[in-house]
């Protein structure tokens, strides 16, 4: 058997067995290994390293196979994903990655029957990149099981389409479903109105969770923003029915997700009308970014505040959780606001004046981590690109770099400058952030 500098080759009475181990210097030692009753390990050395770091890949490497079969084979689910994730908070306590992020978002390729005009993917090609290479089913299916080596049991399913489309989403959903045994989450990022196509039932025992973009409780303004393709009067009403149902028999299981923007900032009354109508527990709400013509201004922006915190009690009362406390729309001054000409003037102001990461830490390293329908890698949703999982499994391109990721985002504020390819002014993820900073500072160690 031939080896490579990054395999670990053990003998055995039948034979040679190869495992691939992480280094975090990207240099691993042959451990040719032992027999019968005896245990022998000799370890061969370049000289640029110590025993003590090979001894520490050695015992990191069981400790996390220790950790897998314990998880997915002997606690049951609720013990085995708390463990999972008291693990993960510990990492960010300590500074040090034990595991792997907490949610894997990983794109598929699908078309789409939508034709948003915010829609940031560009699927209806309008100079989207031709002779996109999208990873196969076989492709996607060995990035999941190299995900769930590192114990990332949140799977969110995305796409530059819409995920529902995608022909083998079944196959996908049950191969995740069985490599983890029910013990992963698989979360799917989707407009909504080809649910129709799968069983409730199906869904509900396959551990998923809807995070459905609808921006508009009201049926003609829901058209106005989404402008479906085809069969756009049956495809609200058949989204609305089949939440009903999946809500009755699987609740906690949607969230609706709404951008807001000047096409529906007078139909928020309608989201609250639609997440009572279908039982929906979980309602978020999100600026719209990039599109100046369809941005708030600094005026509307502090009109849709006021209208959201008189929704608050209401959301309440009929025990649907929202963002709304931590919806923080950044005043801006009449200083600031004066001379701003358009929408786009007035975002950069916005944008300059967010300071969250001056005085916080970044988590994303334990807590996301985004692979692109080609295998692309990248350090978060608008980082840096790390590596092709192509090339490279998943679980040994992100333990690699974990540490240089965990220096960078926790430092930033005594860098004083954002992390090198991420874009902290703009981060999709600053909500995951002040979240996880909340809890920390609550920790009495």
Do not use: C
């Given at each position: 058997m031939e080896s490579?500098?990054?395999?670990?080759?053990?003998?055995?009475?039948?034979?040679?067995?190869?495992i691939r181990l992480i280094d975090p210097f990207d240099r691993l030692t042959h451990l040719p290994c032992l027999t019968n009753s005896k245990f022998f390990i000799l370890m061969i050395f370049d000289n640029r390293y110590c025993l003590f770091s090979s001894l520490r890949i050695l015992v990191s490497f069981y400790m996390r196979k220790l950790l897998f079969t314990l998880v997915i084979y002997v606690l049951p689910r609720p013990l085995g994903r708390a463990v999972v994730g008291g693990l993960t908070f510990l990492g960010m306590l300590s500074k040090k990655q034990f595991l792997g992020p907490r949610n894997l978002q990983m794109a598929i390729p699908s078309g789409c029957d939508h034709a948003c005009e915010f829609c940031i993917t560009d699927i209806h090609g309008k100079g989207a990149p031709k002779n996109r290479q999208t990873l196969s089913f076989e492709e996607l299916t060995a990035q999941v099981d190299s995900a769930l080596e590192i114990l990332c049991l949140n799977i969110n399913l995305v796409s530059t389409g819409e995920p529902t489309l995608y022909p083998k989403l079944t196959d996908l959903i049950d191969h995740i479903?069985?490599?983890?045994?029910?013990?992963?989450?698989?979360?799917?990022?989707?407009?909504?109105?080809?649910?129709?196509?799968?069983?409730?039932?199906?869904?509900?025992?396959?551990?998923?969770?809807?995070?459905?973009?609808?921006?508009?409780?009201?049926?003609?303004?829901?058209?106005?923003?989404?402008?479906?393709?085809?069969?756009?009067?049956?495809?609200?009403?058949?989204?609305?029915?089949?939440?009903?149902?999946?809500?009755?028999?699987?609740?906690?299981?949607?969230?609706?997700?709404?951008?807001?923007?000047?096409?529906?900032?007078?139909?928020?009354?309608?989201?609250l009308a639609f997440a009572r109508e279908t039982r929906s527990r979980d309602v978020f709400f999100g600026r719209l970014y990039g599109f100046p013509h369809l941005q708030l201004s600094a005026s509307e922006e502090k009109s849709v505040l006021e209208k959201l915190l008189r929704l608050e009690p209401s959301f309440k009362d009929l025990g649907i959780r929202t963002n709304v406390a931590n919806f923080k729309f950044v005043a801006i001054s009449q200083d600031e606001d004066k001379g701003a000409d358009n929408a786009k003037e007035v975002t950069e102001k916005i944008l300059s004046s967010r300071d969250f990461y001056k005085s916080h830490d970044c988590y994303i390293t334990w807590l996301f981590s985004t692979v692109d329908d080609t295998g692309q890698l990248l350090a978060c949703g608008k980082g840096r690109l790390i590596g092709n999982t192509r090339q490279t499994p998943y679980e040994e391109l992100f333990l690699r770099e974990s540490p240089k990721l965990i220096e960078d985002t926790t430092n930033i504020s005594k860098r004083g400058t954002s992390v090198p390819g991420c874009h902290c002014l703009d981060c999709p993820h600053i909500q995951m952030n002040v979240t996880a900073n909340k809890y920390l500072r609550l920790a009495p160690f």
């Open positions: 490579s500098p990054n395999d670990y080759l053990a003998t055995s009475p039948n034979g040679f067995m190869k479903w069985k490599k983890s045994r029910g013990r992963a989450t698989i979360k799917i990022v989707t407009n909504g109105t080809s649910l129709w196509k799968f069983s409730p039932e199906y869904f509900r025992d396959r551990n998923v969770v809807l995070w459905l973009s609808l921006h508009s409780g009201l049926e003609e303004n829901w058209k106005s923003i989404h402008m479906p393709l085809s069969q756009a009067d049956e495809k609200f009403s058949r989204m609305r029915e089949w939440l009903i149902w999946y809500n009755r028999i699987a609740p906690e299981s949607v969230t609706l997700h709404n951008v807001i923007s000047k096409q529906n900032q007078d139909y928020l009354d309608s989201i």
